[in-house]
């Protein structure tokens, strides 16, 4: 039975739909930002859809929700699975929420087929992984691996000033909680690619082995204020002039690094902002990512000397600063075969391949053996309201998800494969 064993696509379909409802935008897609009422509002949702398939739900202090169906054996390690409801400001309807009603429709299946697993399963939702409204991207899965201090999470603010922790208080989420991580004994998170690369290579599954390294960065140039009229080019202290030299420099640097190179610049500001001033203040970030520790490396070391050049050439004042940073990750060999034996069992076409995007599974595999598994979106795009997928293709991950859990979930385990609870 267990080779025959399948999602019901249907379900998970009709189920992200009336999600994407919450938070929906004229366009099409959703804005469902982190800790918002409308955030509140698809956790209230995926709670109700919990509960009536007979899991309990707790969350903790940092808002993640966990969703438990209970094991033949509920003092072992559990199976874990999820990724997050929070949208971008104008998001899609999968990105994040499809991995987390996958996983819900896993729970689902194995209830329709009866089957008990010997470890409990449990379905995580965590908490602001786009970083869009407070910037930390992946706060909650940070907090839980120990890699983000929990007052630091509740000290990030939004643009009007609210912070994380006031957030959590108002839509009562006790902050006095216990913070601990479970023992966990593998997770899973099953996402759409957010690339172009499934889709053109005819592959249904891909199966990641890992994600690139990446950072983000911001750009200070300290200028003067000049009336755009009077004041002579070359008199100018114009910080412009530095992301003039900066934007083809960075870009010849990053195509010299071939095609798996990435640089993005993703905000551009200046002040006081007006259209007949000269700027006297220049901020906007870089973002540098690449899959190859050493290419990496050397891309973001020649980013700092070209700043440096630049600020030195206009005779200006200002620095780079890197604001974040994720290293590079390889899964876990055991995580990944799991997912492979998954795609063999159910025949899909699929390829191997490094994540482009950074996922919570990035701080969730610091502490616990992980693995993911990619489903394509039409065109690669994401972050975006026409985002897109097919419900063959959905429905494809699911399964592959389900049976990467159950060859875990129903083994009989190990003392090396169950790491003990920690408390954080």
Request: hydrophobic fraction near 40%; proline fraction near 6%.
């Amino acid at each position: 039975m267990v080779k025959t064993l399948r999602v019901n696509g249907d379900r998970l379909w009709s189920r992200l739909m009336e999600m994407a409802e919450i938070g929906a935008t004229p366009n099409g897609g959703c804005n469902r930002q982190a800790l918002t009422d409308l955030d509140a509002a698809g956790r209230d949702l995926l709670s109700r859809w919990a509960i009536a398939a007979g899991c309990s739900v707790r969350v903790d202090a940092v808002g993640n929700m966990f969703i438990r169906r209970p094991g033949r054996d509920e003092t072992l390690a559990v199976v874990m699975t999820g990724s997050h409801l929070d949208t971008q400001p104008t998001g899609g309807k999968f990105d994040g929420v499809y991995g987390v009603l996958a996983g819900l429709e896993v729970i689902e299946s194995l209830n329709d087929h009866g089957v008990t697993t010997v470890h409990p399963i449990e379905l995580c939702v965590w908490c602001n992984e786009e970083g869009c409204r407070f910037p930390m991207a992946m706060m909650g899965s940070a907090v839980w691996s120990g890699r983000l201090p929990l007052d630091t999470a509740y000290a990030l603010t939004d643009r009007a000033g609210t912070s994380v922790r006031q957030e959590l208080k108002r839509l009562g989420i006790p902050t006095d909680a216990p913070l601990s991580r479970q023992a966990v004994k593998a997770s899973f998170e099953v996402h759409i690619e957010q690339g172009p690369v499934l889709e053109q290579k005819a592959k249904t599954i891909g199966v990641v082995t890992g994600v690139q390294h990446m950072s983000r960065h911001e750009i200070i140039v300290e200028g003067q204020e000049a009336h755009a009229g009077p004041t002579p080019m070359d008199m100018r202290r114009d910080p412009i002039r530095v992301l003039a030299d900066l934007l083809p420099a960075l870009y010849a640097a990053t195509e010299r690094r071939g095609r798996d190179a990435r640089v993005t610049f993703g905000f551009i500001e200046t002040l006081p902002g007006s259209p007949n001033t000269v700027p006297g203040r220049l901020r906007f970030t870089v973002d540098i990512r690449h899959p190859d520790a050493g290419q990496y490396r050397s891309l973001r070391e020649e980013a700092d000397r070209l700043v440096d050049a630049a600020l030195e050439h206009h005779a200006l004042k200002g620095e780079i600063r890197c604001v974040w940073e994720a290293p590079g990750v390889s899964f876990d060999p055991t995580c990944v075969e799991a997912v492979r034996a998954a795609v063999s069992t159910l025949g899909f076409d699929a390829m191997e391949m490094v994540s482009g995007a950074g996922h919570d599974s990035c701080n969730v595999s610091a502490v616990v053996p992980t693995a993911m598994v990619f489903v394509p979106c039409a065109g690669g795009l994401s972050h975006n309201e026409a985002e897109s997928a097919l419900p063959g293709d959905l429905e494809a991950g699911a399964n592959v998800l389900l049976h990467a859990m159950m060859s875990l979930a129903t083994s009989t385990p190990t003392t090396a494969s169950v790491p003990a609870a920690t408390s954080i």
